[in-house]
């Protein structure tokens, strides 16, 4: 039987931060990942973008922590010397019908603390991105982009420094209590801990149907939203991200850049059954037509099938945005145990301050 001060299961972004936050507070932590390597499921799937705070319920967790978590990612990127560009994004309407919509945008960010959004005309939106098509913008200058796979690996670098210990290709077989310890099987190894996080992900619905102790009425649904990228080669003329304005479900077919240069366009929705992240080629008119709202001149042949990620949605089609579940003693009674359901967008943004809450809620010092 080992015994560790804190167990955390999923090394994605948010699992790394939890990992690190916990460390730092004293605890000898143990990371357990199913995957033989860390962070490539979600965290690697999505547009690896820093957002501001503009999209999501006023009083909502993902509305808090995604603007508290702004600073603090921005903060520990120039810190810790990870890939990074304060890049900014413009939201764009395609017509006056849309700007209700832009209208939304300004009042929830501001009602999230954002401070610094502007809303421009056609003719101030092309002054700074002159190849732009739209009837009007909301510009976020605080939007960016990272290298989430730096960013993970400081995370983690930081979290073995203070005595973590990352194990792969370790799924978690079953949970139980031994006294005020949790007793995780992995294979033949036991673990027990008097902390257990699940930060499994698209596996966390799984994961806390493991444990023996949890009553099943906490457990929410999982719908699977399946996000396609395209890639588009050569030169682009835009230096900001370009998104539509959101809608009920995602936040729209939106333009990026990696730190690189490469531009993509994505991700669409799919309401999907299960893991599957093939891109499916017969979608390219979508991405042109999308891509063309926005960049008329936007070359069909440019245009290629790139990745596809999966989101952990707790609402599916046609329901209310759920937000996210970070579900401690206070919800389940279980001593120790958080549960974190729904961590999608905006989570990467969000990682280190989801890591200090549910260092709080477990009674941890996290710095």
């Known amino acids: 039987m080992n015994e560790v001060g804190a167990i955390v299961v999923g090394a994605g972004v948010v699992g790394l931060a939890v990992a690190r936050a916990l ?16 962070g490539t499921v979600t965290s690697a799937r ?10 999501y319920p006023d009083g909502s967790l993902k509305a808090r922590l995604c603007v508290e978590g702004r600073g603090l990612l921005y903060r520990f990127c120039e ?10 994004k413009l939201i764009v309407a395609t017509s006056g019908a849309e700007f209700p919509a832009l209208d939304a945008v300004m009042a929830r960010g501001a009602a ?28 976020s200058p605080s939007s960016g982009i990272v290298d989430q796979h730096g960013l993970m690996l400081a995370l983690l670098g930081e979290a073995e420094a203070h005595g973590a210990m990352l ?17 995780v099987r992995v294979g033949e190894t036991r673990l027990t801990a008097p902390i257990l996080v699940n930060a499994a992900g698209l596996g966390a619905q799984a994961l806390a149907g493991r444990i023996e102790a949890l009553d099943p009425a906490q457990v929410p649904p999982l719908f699977l939203a399946k996000g396609c990228y395209f890639s588009y080669a050569g030169r682009v003329p835009f230096s900001r991200l370009i998104y539509p304005v959101p809608g009920p479900a995602s936040l729209g077919t939106h333009f990026t850049l990696d730190l690189g240069g490469q531009a993509r366009f994505g991700p669409d929705i799919h309401w ?11 979608l390219k008119p979508e991405f042109l037509a999308a891509a063309r709202r926005i960049w008329p001149q936007a070359e069909a042949d440019r245009l290629q099938p790139a990745y596809a990620g999966i989101r952990p949605k707790l609402a599916g089609p046609g329901m209310a945005t759920a937000d996210f579940v970070l579900q401690g003693e206070d919800a389940h009674g279980l001593r120790g145990l958080v549960n974190l359901f729904g961590i999608e967008s905006p989570g990467l943004t969000a990682s280190l301050a989801i890591a200090a809450r549910v260092a709080a809620m477990v009674g941890a010092d996290a710095r």
């Open 79 to 88: 810190e810790r010397g990870v890939a990074h560009r304060r890049c900014g």
């Open 167 to 183: 194990v792969c290709d370790a799924p978690v077989d079953a949970v139980a209590t031994a006294g005020s310890r949790w007793l």
């Open 112 to 139: 999230a603390g954002v401070d610094d959004l502007v809303r421009l005309s056609p003719a101030e939106a092309r002054a700074i991105e002159p190849a732009l098509a739209c009837a009007g913008a909301v510009h």
């Open 272 to 282: 999907v059954d299960g893991i599957d992240y093939t891109v499916d080629p017969a």
């Open 46 to 55: 999505n547009s690896g973008v820093i957002h501001a705070g503009l999209y």
């Open 23 to 38: 460390a730092l507070a004293g605890h000898d932590v143990m990371i357990l990942e199913r995957e033989r390597q860390f």
